[in-house]
């Protein structure tokens, strides 16, 4: 085990709810994972695509809490939102995810993580919508691509 | 159409996505429906059932709140909590739902008050989870007899 190892991204589409489930492990243990999901900096840092700017209006990552955060830049702007319904230390986080631009699709969300021992983890995130032409349409706006370099930003947040 | 009428609760169990949809015509306008809803005193009238007493933790009911209850009575207490995603006046309320002797289980809730005129509302309340066998669990438990009685007592408290 190296670091700057790059581990595969599986995206799985399940065939039989209209859920995505997208797996990866990561080279640091669940604190250090878990904390850069909850963490309002670290969590904009690994959001941000390049040339983007992040303007969180809040992000307050605890049982009951909610978030607002807006990504601006190349000439587009993105805005999201949600609640935090349970935030359990390096274990758990499961939150309701909308994107302004669709202010009736709503998605439940979970990431599990997975103490993988020798400072690994595998983080586990399912996103639950309540169609089937909902979640195609989503897999369908090449948001792998997104995912991907999502986590490649936070393998190089978490190798600093 | 006369006071203290008694609308149908239709209960359907979705073919296609683990969800419950329940619809209700009550004889109010949408502000009164809803408002039984976001207030934390109306809100406990209409879900405690007779002899039982709520204990309401908080009860936020706004975009980005959340809320923690729980019920005692007849020997018996059972705890629940959750978040308020979206709360649009009179018309929407998108809310997560756990029942505390089951933490890993969580439902997304949509809430949609449906103005029917002359002074009645239409309410579609739709319940989804990421399987099968926990929405069919659900709806094994019988909660048809819960969703009915609460909402005559909603009935109740619309005819004062």
Tied chains: 1, 2.
């Excluded at 589409?13 to 640091?28: H, N, S, T």
């Excluded at 850069?36 to 695509?49: G, I, N, S, W, Y």
């Amino acid at each position: 085990m190296t670091a700057g190892n790059t581990y595969e991204t599986e995206i799985i589409v399940d065939p039989d709810v209209p859920l995505v489930r997208i797996i990866r492990e990561f080279d640091a243990p669940p604190e250090r994972v878990f904390r850069a999901h909850t963490d309002p900096e670290l969590f904009a840092q690994r959001k941000r695509p390049r040339r983007y700017r992040m303007e969180t209006g809040h992000f307050d990552c605890h049982t009951g809490g909610s978030y607002r955060y807006r990504m601006v830049g190349e000439g587009n702007e993105a805005g999201f939102y949600g609640s935090f319904h349970e935030v359990r230390p390096s274990e758990l986080i499961v939150q309701t995810f909308t994107f302004v631009g669709e202010p009736d699709g709503v998605a439940l969300e979970r990431l599990v993580f997975e103490d993988l021992g020798d400072g690994r983890t595998r983080l586990t995130a399912t996103s639950l919508v309540d169609s089937f032409e909902d979640r195609d349409a989503f897999v369908a706006t090449g948001m792998e691509v997104g995912v991907r370099e999502g986590y490649e930003r936070l393998d190089d947040l978490l190798a600093r």
